[in-house]
T-cell receptor
Framework: GAVVSQHPSRVICKSGTSVKIECRSL??????MFWYRQFPKQSLMLMAT?????????EQGVEKDKFLINHASLTLSTLTVTSAHPEDSSFYIC????????????FGPGTRLTVT | RKEVEQDPGPFNVPEGATVAFNCTYS??????FFWYRQDCRKEPKLLMS???SGNEDGRFTAQLNRASQYISLLIRDSKLSDSATYLC?????????????FGQGTTLQVKP
């Protein structure tokens, strides 16, 4: 099946610093990637939809200047959490939609961010 | 009101039991529905799609009632390995451009 990787899997950073998370589709081309955030015992919340070569579409309440998304190629999207605060600590998961099979999304393994 | 609502549980059942999860969605325009399984601290994995006519995959049966905006998942002969959180998902927008909206999840613990 299609594989999506995320890097890093776990990161601890100090408050005020920025953290970049990479999402890669390893064996398919993804025109669209999605970024989700999940707090403990809560649902996955969609943060933004990222289309290759264009600006990301952010969900209501998600600050686009704080969560910078770049989708520069058909296999890579990055999420940068700028000026991170402890309340940004969460599980960040990306998913990718196959260009050749638009009905399925494949999820990455997630990145656990802890801001101290 | 949440777009997709589930009873968070937990459901504690013995091995071999049959357990049913329910889910309701608020957007009547939602077209596609899924059940995902999520293990602790892992990403969600697609369990099965849900079709209007109902569908079965081994011990798992999914049902959709569009009139009531209600989705269900039935697990027969529960195994210890079925212990996980089950996420109900509805799409918003078309199948090829839409978004997945996740419910909070229902936690299942299967005990020996």
């Amino acid at each position: 099946g299609a594989v999506v990787s995320q890097h890093p899997s776990r990161v601890i950073c100090k408050s005020g610093t920025s953290v970049k998370i990479e999402c890669r589709s390893l064996d398919f081309q993804a025109t669209t990637m999605f970024w989700y955030r999940q707090f403990p015992k809560q649902s996955l919340m969609l943060m933004a939809t990222s289309n290759e070569g264009s600006k990301a579409t952010y969900e209501q309440g998600v600050e686009k200047d704080k969560f910078l998304i770049n989708h520069a190629s058909l296999t890579l999207s990055t999420l940068t959490v700028t000026s991170a605060h402890p309340e940004d600590s969460s599980f960040y998961i990306c998913s990718a939609r196959d260009r050749l099979n638009l009905y399925e999304q494949y999820f990455g393994p997630g990145t656990r961010l802890t801001v101290t | 009101r949440k777009e997709v609502e589930q009873d968070p549980g937990p459901f504690n059942v013995p091995e071999g039991a049959t357990v049913a999860f329910n889910c309701t969605y608020s957007n009547s325009a939602s077209q596609s529905f899924f059940w995902y399984r999520q293990d602790c601290r892992k990403e969600p994995k697609l369990l099965m799609s849900v079709y209007s006519s109902g569908n079965e995959d081994g011990r798992f049966t999914a049902q959709l009632n569009r009139a009531s905006q209600y989705i269900s998942l039935l697990i027969r002969d529960s195994k210890l390995s079925d212990s996980a959180t089950y996420l109900c998902v509805a799409t918003v927008g078309s199948s090829n451009t839409g978004k997945l909206i996740f419910g909070q999840g229902t936690t299942l613990q299967v005990k020996p």
